[in-house]
């Protein structure tokens, strides 16, 4: 299949998606988003594909976010459907695909950006990767997933800050706030994906798809905080507790017994 805005290749079974407006530092236009969800549909269906790398063109950017040139004639309805086609169409079917996507950070993964590289399973980020979510500038807030996967990624506070601020993070702070795997040279970024990729490649494919189906229903919803409110209350079922409020009330060491 060709693209009008996308480059691919097929190289040891590894589907390489380079994202191709760098005039535009890759910004995501309704045309990327379309043939982005036709490129995924790619790595579901054909066979020769194990897993896929998405990378943009350029040495200055990965992805400068969503593009903000086609914001304007935007509603509160049109809004919703962008974001929500976005969502379904491509950020949702790259996180939940049974093949590895890998994101190639090569520079400014801004906005949406930020939002492709967090969806994808994991980040690999050469050293002048930067990664922000700047929408609040433009009196917005992520629609692609941001604000969900930046706070199961990072903790709620660093992303209230991240988001909040809308500034930008270096690759060696992305790497230490966890949203970067590793960071690598930006002559090295491919090479050091694909060699993580063909060692996935030796392993059971089923296991595989099992990992990523089991780690993304990590607590996705309500869910977990339910169940912590169910946990909690069974504390007050136990003679520690007792113990424990006991002691602190009376000032002294508790003892618990585990009963
Ligand atoms: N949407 C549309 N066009 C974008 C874009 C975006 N998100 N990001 C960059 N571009 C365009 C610029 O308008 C410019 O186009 P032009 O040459 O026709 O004027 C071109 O890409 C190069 O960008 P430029 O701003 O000149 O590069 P820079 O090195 O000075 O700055 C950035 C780089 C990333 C700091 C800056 O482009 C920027 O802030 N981009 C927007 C980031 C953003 O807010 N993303 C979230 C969107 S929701």
Do not use: W
């Not at 691919?8 to 535009?24: D, Y």
């Not at 795997?181 to 063909?198: H, R």
């Not at 060692?199 to 780690?215: D, F, G, Q, R």
């Amino acid at each position: 299949m060709s693209y009008q805005t996308l480059l691919t290749s097929l190289e040891e079974n590894i589907f390489i998606i380079t994202i191709n407006r760098p005039e535009k530092l890759n910004a995501l236009n309704k045309i990327v988003i379309e043939e982005l969800s036709k490129a995924i549909d790619e790595v579901y269906n054909n066979t020769e594909i194990k897993s896929a790398i998405i990378t943009g063109a350029g040495e200055k950017a990965f992805v400068a976010g969503a593009d903000i040139s086609e914001f304007l004639p935007l509603d509160q309805k049109t809004g919703e459907e962008l974001a929500r086609k976005g969502q379904q169409n491509v950020f949702d079917k790259i996180e939940n695909s049974h093949k590895p996507i890998i994101a190639a950070v090569n520079g400014f993964a801004l906005g949406g950006g930020c939002e492709l590289a967090l969806a994808c399973h994991f980040i690999i980020a050469s050293d002048n990767a930067k990664f922000g979510q700047p929408e609040v500038n433009l009196g917005l807030i992520p629609g692609y997933g941001g604000t969900q996967r930046l706070a199961q990624l990072i903790g709620r506070n660093r992303a209230m800050q991240f988001i909040m601020t809308g500034e930008m993070i270096n690759a060696k702070d992305a790497e230490q706030y966890g949203i970067a795997n590793k960071v690598v040279t930006q002559s090295e970024l491919l090479n050091e994906t694909k060699k993580i990729l063909s060692v996935i490649h030796t392993k059971a494919p089923l296991a595989i798809a099992k990992v990523i189906e089991v780690i993304n229903n990590f607590d996705h919803t309500q869910q977990g905080y339910d169940f912590e409110i169910k946990k909690f209350g069974e504390c007050f079922s136990t003679e520690d507790v007792k113990e424990g409020v006991t002691a602190f009330l009376e000032k002294r060491k508790a003892s618990f017994k585990g009963k």
